[in-house]
T-cell receptor, first 116, second 116 residues
Framework: GAGVSQSPSNKVTEKGKDVELRCDPI?????LYWYRQSLGQGLEFLIY????????KSGLPSDRFSAERTGGSVSTLTIQRTQQEDSAVYLC??????????????FGSGTQLSVL | AQKVTQAQTEISVVEKEDVTLDCVYE???????LFWYKQPPSGELVFLIR??????QNEISGRYSWNFQKSTSSFNFTITASQVVDSAVYFC?????????????FGTGTRLLVSP
């Protein structure tokens, strides 16, 4: 597609349920990022992928959070046993290069997650 | 450690006024990149500019200009003759060599409201 696509755009879930958030990066972009945007914390780095590998998982808030990327393309962020503090907008971004931080990132519109 | 501070939470101006958004950063690295992103109401962050730490030349792009001063660790953004379409949240961000440029650390953002 022309841009980074995220689905669903909105997700409402009950506390304790698992959720999966999907990101389709721009075709050919090797680097993929997940960020979380919440009122209290601003924009937080979660994880970075180069191809299918995630060399930096330091931003994942807890072991309830995991992410994978297959075929160097689509990525899924999974949150198990959701808690109310997980409510936030989850943003995905992609870029062309391994030196993703030096290149401009292309962001999706995000998934608004609400945990009731 | 990386840190980006945007002290202005919200700025309101009337169309055609000039406005400057402040950004102060902290890093121990000598090699780093600074960025500005715009987040309109649609939610998708849009890249505006990237600057590396070795290039202190100011940049102008149409109504936008950026002032990078290493002496004060600042990377300020000025919009000249603001327009209603400039209304958005603006984020300053930093990536540094110490993290392989893979992690973009964002400030908390400045919401700009331009009224007619």
């Amino acid at each position: 597609g022309a841009g980074v696509s995220q689905s669903p755009s909105n997700k409402v879930t009950e506390k304790g349920k698992d959720v999966e958030l999907r990101c389709d990066p721009i075709s050919g972009h090797t680097a993929l990022y997940w960020y979380r945007q919440s009122l209290g914390q601003g924009l937080e780095f979660l994880i970075y992928f180069q191809g299918n590998s995630a060399p930096d998982k330091s931003g994942l808030p807890s072991d309830r959070f995991s992410a994978e990327r297959t075929g160097g393309s689509v990525s899924t962020l999974t949150i198990q046993r959701t808690q109310q503090e997980d409510s936030a907008v989850y943003l995905c971004a992609s870029s062309l290069d391994i030196w993703g931080g030096t290149e401009k990132l292309f962001f999706g519109s995000g998934t608004q997650l609400s945990v009731l | 450690a990386q840190k980006v501070t945007q002290a202005q939470t919200e700025i309101s101006v009337v169309e055609k006024e000039d406005v400057t958004l402040d950004c102060v950063y902290e890093t121990r690295d000598t090699t780093y990149y600074l960025f500005w992103y715009k987040q309109p109401p649609s939610g998708e962050l849009v890249f505006l500019i990237r600057r590396n730490s070795f290039d202190e030349q100011n940049e102008i792009s149409g109504r936008y200009s950026w002032n990078f001063q290493k002496s004060t660790s600042s990377f300020n953004f000025t919009i000249t003759a603001s327009q209603v379409v400039d209304s958005a949240v603006y984020f300053c961000a930093l990536s540094e060599a110490g993290t392989g440029f893979q992690k973009l650390v964002f400030g908390t953002g400045t919401r700009l409201l331009v009224s007619p």
